[in-house]
């Protein structure tokens, strides 16, 4: 099998599960004909017709909406954002009515809710967003964002399986900038497990999405440097796998986490609290962090540079912990 | 009292169909009469919020559904949940956060839904998104082949919210069959609807986006039934939405906190005059439909169904303090089954493979001879041949000869 990039293990994996179960439907705006802004639907439509793939008008909240009341009659909807940032325009219908309906009144939302994130990639500040906090604040919601051919392919297979709504981040600067070999057959990653993807003694650096990659090339480089990290992908935000982090502190005593969302209310904060209440005596050291900037993400490449976590910040950050 | 909004186009209103409508009528205002004297007992945890004067709408638009059909109904639509079957004991628990109630003390008023028997999705307090969802229900039930109609309510204000126009444009888009019903009250909260939408009737929103639709008088039941019999079999046969925009007005504050100081005495007389129950009395006395023993009948049935249901829910216990904690998930605890009533290899590779046919001439242009039932979506949509003399020459022309996509994002 040929090595295949982030964006086709993303396609197969809505293919595949359109082909299993003619539950599974698609909705989005340019999904059809023209296949997605990025290409992640090529060929949708030609396969599964228009009934099943919705091209839809440019409004983010009758597409969440209308996924939603699909899901009551037992669809399973995937809803693509053309970019993830787009999601603020429906953020009442998902965090209102999506997230709530099974707390509230026993209805289960199997729906999925994916589309482009993240920066790096030069979009300006409303093609470049990592709003995964906004939602993992919201009780109701399973919040994925793999870092890994692989991971995009499982993580999205279950995602369609799940019971519960599912926001799915897909970090556009991945898309066709790591390859991988996938499996013949069935497969499925389960949501809210991390993996570990460097075994290290020294300190564990936690991570997810792009800043996956940037974490491991730092460690490649602290490893030159005699520090051994333990790097883990979170790959899950909601709900959070308490126990891989855990465990791992308890291991290395040591915690850096590392995102590319903004520092004020990441995930991070949420983590060192996590670690804190539950782990404090295993720490030899503050919890550090790596994130963007508190600002939005600018345009100009010399300003998103600046704003974007790089290799030197987390290698920085990690020698300084290692000192401890 | 008319006997349709039309004149002469309506089928007749059984004498059942009558006294059925003055049940739910009269039981939908002694639910909240009940629920009034709750309010001041301190029985009712939140707030409560009273349809007095709009139960014609909520019933005779529910009315003309059928079992398999879907609702969602707003705050004032206790009158749709009654027709739709659900007992009033379910409303009194629910405004009480007892365990009983449908959603265990976990959220209150008419918030709560049905979605394996009754088919009732529960609104929630933000204005319009009931739109969008209750199109999906009603474009899945479509894919699904079963022939359901989906109903739901909003209000003067509410159709101002970005959620209604998305959700109309879309199910207009879809040919969805979906009913909306725009209760015009005439106010939104404290708002007069003159200062938050310039237009007299409010159906012109719904034929904006090319949706069939009709104002009728939100106080004369049998006008409401005829409008919705009538939106219901255009919808059933592939034609729909419909709009249906009901005048009324909102008798009461917002909610009880509200005395609703700001509504000219004047207008209050008017509204009192047509009260809808006293009318629709009339009329079954008038025209000789009932007589004395069938109205104390009713009321009978009522006064014993609400004692009964207000004991049971005035027994009941509230809920345990670790509910709050359980259901964030489902974790298993629903088996999700789609019900079809259409062979699946209907929409399953290769039957449901297309060909790529978007690269027909003409293909982004309107087609003035879609069916639109009452006209009013025939009559927004210009033939290509039409628009081109009323100057959209350069989008007009490009869609006309490109392959794929219309004018401009």
């Given amino acids: 099998m040929a090595p295949v990039t982030m964006l086709e293990g993303i396609r197969q994996a809505i293919f595949e599960e359109m082909d299993r179960d003619p539950t599974v439907v698609a909705l989005g705006e340019d999904i059809g004909v023209y296949g997605g802004a990025f290409k992640v639907t090529e060929g949708l439509l030609e396969r599964f017709g228009r009934e099943r793939v919705i091209e839809t008008p440019i409004s983010e909240t009758a597409i969440i909406g209308a ?5 009551y009659l ?14 603020a325009c429906c953020f009442n219908q998902v965090t209102n009515f999506v997230a709530k309906g099974h707390y509230l009144w026993g209805a289960p939302a199997p729906m999925v809710i994916r589309g482009p994130s993240g920066g790096g990639v030069h979009g300006g500040p409303f093609h470049s967003a990592n709003p995964e906090m906004y939602f993992a604040h919201t009780p109701g919601l399973k919040i994925v964002y793999p870092s890994t051919a692989y991971d995009a392919k499982g993580l999205l297979k279950s995602a369609v399986r799940d019971n519960n709504p599912v926001l799915f981040f897909e970090h556009k600067f991945l898309y066709r900038r790591i390859k991988e070999e996938l ?35 730092a460690a490649a480089e602290l490893a030159k440097q005699g520090i051994e990290a333990e790097v883990i992908d979170l790959r899950t935000l909601a709900p959070l796998d308490a126990e891989a982090i855990l465990a791992s502190v308890k291991k290395t005593n040591k915690l850096l986490i590392v995102h590319e969302d903004t520092k004020t209310g990441g995930i991070a904060g949420e983590i060192a609290s996590l670690v804190c209440e539950n782990a404090f005596d295993d720490l030899d050291g503050p919890i550090e962090r790596v994130t963007a900037l508190d600002t939005p993400v600018p345009y100009a490449p010399t300003l998103e540079d600046r704003f974007l976590p790089n290799v030197a910040k987390v290698v920085a950050a990690a020698r300084e912990l290692a000192n401890y | 009292m008319s006997s349709s909004p039309n004149g002469s186009a309506a089928p007749s209103v059984t004498r059942q169909q009558c006294l059925d409508l003055y049940y739910y009528m009269r039981l939908n205002r002694s639910v909240e009469d009940q629920m009034m004297k709750l309010f001041r007992q301190n029985k009712i945890v939140g707030g409560l919020y009273s349809s007095l004067g709009q139960e014609a709408i909520s019933v005779g638009t529910a009315y003309a559904l059928e079992k398999r059909d879907w609702i969602a109904p707003m705050i004032r639509n206790i009158g749709a949940l009654l027709v739709k079957g659900v007992p009033p004991r379910d409303i009194f628990t629910q405004h009480m956060a007892k365990y009983t109630s449908p959603t265990q003390g976990k959220d209150g008023t008419s918030h709560f839904g049905d979605l394996k028997n009754l088919h009732i999705v529960s609104p929630i307090s933000m204005l319009g998104d009931l739109i969008p969802v209750m199109t999906g229900v009603a474009m899945a039930g479509r894919y699904l082949g079963q022939d359901i109609v989906t109903m739901t309510w909003i209000g003067d204000g509410g159709s101002s919210t970005g959620a209604f126009h998305e959700g109309l444009n879309l199910a207009a888009t879809q040919r969805a069959p979906f009913v909306l019903i725009l209760e015009n009250n005439q106010w939104a909260y404290s708002t007069p609807v003159s200062r938050q939408v310039p237009v007299r009737d409010l159906a012109e929103r719904g034929r904006a986006y090319g949706v069939a639709s009709v104002s009728v008088d939100g106080n004369d039941v049998i006008a409401v039934f005829n409008a919705a019999r009538a939106a219901v079999a255009q919808c059933r046969a592939g034609n729909g939405p419909v709009l249906i925009e009901a005048k009324t007005m909102r008798m009461k504050g917002h909610a009880q906190h509200d005395p ?24 079954l006395t008038g025209n000789k439909i ?41 974790e298993g605890c629903h088996t999700i089954e789609a019900e079809w009533h259409r062979p699946k290899s209907e929409v399953t590779p290769p039957k449901s493979s297309v060909e790529a046919e978007w690269t027909v001439k003409d293909f982004g242009a309107f087609d003035a001879s879609t069916p639109s039932g009452n006209g009013a979506g025939a009559q927004v949509s210009a033939s290509p041949a039409a628009s081109k003399k009323t100057s959209q020459p350069a989008r007009r022309a490009s869609a006309k000869s490109s392959k794929g996509k219309r004018g401009g994002r």
């Fill in chain 1, 67 to 71: 996924a939603c009341g699909m899901s």
């Fill in chain 1, 74 to 87: 037992g669809l399973r909807p995937i809803v693509e954002m053309q970019f993830i940032d787009f999601i």
């Fill in chain 1, 183 to 217: 499996p013949e057959g069935e497969c499925t990653v389960p949501i809210g497990k991390a993996v570990t993807r460097r075994e290290g003694r020294d300190l564990t650096i936690l991570s997810y999405a792009a800043m996956m990659h940037t974490s491991l090339d």
């Fill in chain 2, 260 to 283: 609703a100081e700001y509504v000219p005495k004047e207008m209050r007389a008017y509204w009192e005059a047509r009260d809808p129950i006293a009318r629709f009395e009339k009329y």
């Fill in chain 2, 290 to 330: 009932w007589d004395a023993k069938a109205k104390q009948e009713i009321e009978s049935r009522i006064a014993a169904l609400l004692k009964e249901d207000l004991e049971f829910a005035e027994n009941s216990p509230m809920p345990p303090p670790e509910l709050a904690e359980q259901g964030v998930y489902c």
